[in-house]
């Protein structure tokens, strides 16, 4: 049993004033693994407090000083790898490969950072005057249970590089990991008051973030329904604000493409993660003719997807995070069903011989039109579409017809159709025939899925305000 009862403030683990205890569950067994005592208000005000006084000697670092201490807090990550993935396994239920995957994602995006670092002109001159891009402040972040080394980094790192301090709210249901990697942050030696971690619910912690007129700016990944709460709340002290937000990718395979390739890719893209990702292509619009075959091909790729412990070999898909989550995509599966589209494989309760976790069945429905709720509403687990076109015009309006845009895919052996299709869709990414990535490219939603932009220079640019000086030059 590991009991957490510290959070992390200026440099120190203290004991939270809160006394809210919550258990930690491990989501394949059920079995209570960890308690974690969570901070309130006062905990999160002593937290900003901190940011706010380290605030005013860490603006004034170098770049040099601050790409150095990226290096650090990478090399931390690096040195404690192991540690850091079984806890991430047990705590949150992703099959091991994937976890190391995204443990190592997440320590490079401090080098990631570091190089944009490097190229970022915080002064230019523009006309007469001189325009200096200064750190806007005291960040709160807030992140979710669903990658949470990922996400911190993804974070932490921009703010680092641009000279901003923070308090960190994770998720509560990732209590272990946080304190974990807290621990390895504590080691890279960062001046007291940089970062800052409180564990606490969203309705405590993070409301006190959102409210507070120290906070400068929050940054937040999670639920559209939160972040418009963030957003109203945030207005009362003209926070700026980068939400990264929920979604409902389209996958449109145009009638060309090899579909015994992109038919299997559609169905790992979909169920990613265990589908508990924000970017899975969880509707799948192929053409009409072809939809029995994509039913068949479907099948047979999820005939060769293995459900289980996270710990056992070539296992793809792990269980839901939770018993509310668990009900939550037991919810829709039957909802799909009632609403009249096919079931074409999963559908409600246990994989057999799985019923000790929140283990669902990897469910794909078919005939599904974008009236029905499966369509149009995100479900965060292992369930996927399936809608048809006609025309390619159809596709696309298909793809568009949602109030999310964060990740698209398109499939095709004409390029030229592949990226007349992917310019016609509104998301704020778009992936041609695979599974790519570019770290440093631009990540984020249009509509609902957000806004603002992580990664690369786009990410660093949302950490620091433009100030405009003129006269700079003119002696009286």
């Known amino acids: 049993m590991i009991k957490i009862d510290q959070l992390y403030i200026n440099g120190q683990f203290v004991i939270p004033n809160g006394t809210e205890v919550q258990d930690l569950i491990n989501p394949s067994t059920k079995e209570i693994i960890g308690r974690v005592t969570l ?64 443990t190592l994602y997440a320590a490079k995006n401090f080098l990631h950072n570091k190089a944009s670092l490097s190229e970022f002109q915080f002064e230019k001159r523009m006309g007469k005057a001189k325009v200096v891009l200064e750190p806007l402040g005291v960040i709160g972040l807030i992140t979710p249970w669903n990658a949470n080394y990922t996400h911190i980094s993804t974070k932490l790192a921009p703010a680092i590089a641009a000279g901003c301090t923070v308090v960190i709210k994770a998720s509560e249901l990732s209590a272990i990991q946080t304190q974990v990697i807290t621990e390895c942050f504590h080691k890279a030696g960062i001046p007291a008051g940089v970062i800052n971690f409180v564990h606490g619910r969203g309705d405590v912690v993070g409301a006190e973030l959102t409210r507070h007129p120290d906070v400068a700016m929050i940054s937040f990944t999670g639920s559209s329904q939160v972040g418009k709460i963030i957003g109203r709340d945030a207005a009362n002290t003209m926070k700026r604000l980068v939400l990264e937000l929920g979604g409902k990718s ?89 609403e009249g589209a096919e079931l ?8 057999e011989g799985l019923e000790q976790g929140y283990f669902v069945k990897p469910t794909v429905f078919a005939h599904v039109t974008m009236d029905m709720s499966i369509a149009k509403e995100e479900i965060f687990g292992p369930v996927l579409s399936i809608l048809t076109f006609k025309t390619e015009e159809e596709a696309i309006e298909i793809a568009n017809n949602s109030i999310y845009g964060l990740s698209a895919y398109v499939s095709s052996s004409d390029l030229e159709a592949a990226n007349r299709v992917a310019s016609r869709i509104v998301s704020g990414r778009v992936l041609i025939n695979g599974l790519h990535d570019e770290p440093t490219a631009p990540f984020g939603g249009f509509k609902q899925s957000g806004i603002g932009r992580e990664f690369g220079v786009y990410g660093l640019q949302e950490y620091v305000e433009p100030k405009t000086i003129l006269g700079h030059d003119v002696v009286q």
């Not at 937290?47 to 290096?71: D, G, H, W």
């Not at 650090?72 to 992703?94: I, K, P, S, T, W």
């Not at 060769?304 to 509310?324: F, H």
């Open 39 to 102: 901070g309130n208000e006062q905990d999160t005000r002593d937290a900003i407090a901190a940011a706010k006084e380290a605030f005013k000697t860490f603006s004034k670092t170098t770049v040099e000083e601050r790409s150095e201490m990226l290096q650090r807090l990478h090399d931390v990550m690096m040195d404690h790898f192991e540690a850091l993935n079984q806890v991430a396994v047990d705590e949150y239920g992703a099959p091991e490969g994937a976890t190391a995957a995204r």
């Open 250 to 338: 389209p996958n449109v395979i145009l009638d060309d493409a090899d579909f015994n390739k992109a038919i299997p890719m559609s169905v790992m893209t979909a169920f990613s993660n265990s589908g508990q990702a924000c970017h899975v292509g969880s509707r799948l619009i192929v053409p009409e003719h072809r939809l029995e075959e994509v039913k068949r091909l479907v099948k047979t790729t999820i005939d060769g997807i293995k459900v289980g412990s996270p710990r056992e070999a070539g296992v793809y898909i792990g269980p839901m995070v939770n018993q509310k989550q668990y009900e939550t995509v037991q919810h829709y599966i039957k909802l799909g069903v009632d």
């Open 344 to 351: 074409v494989v999963g559908g409600e309760g246990h994989p």
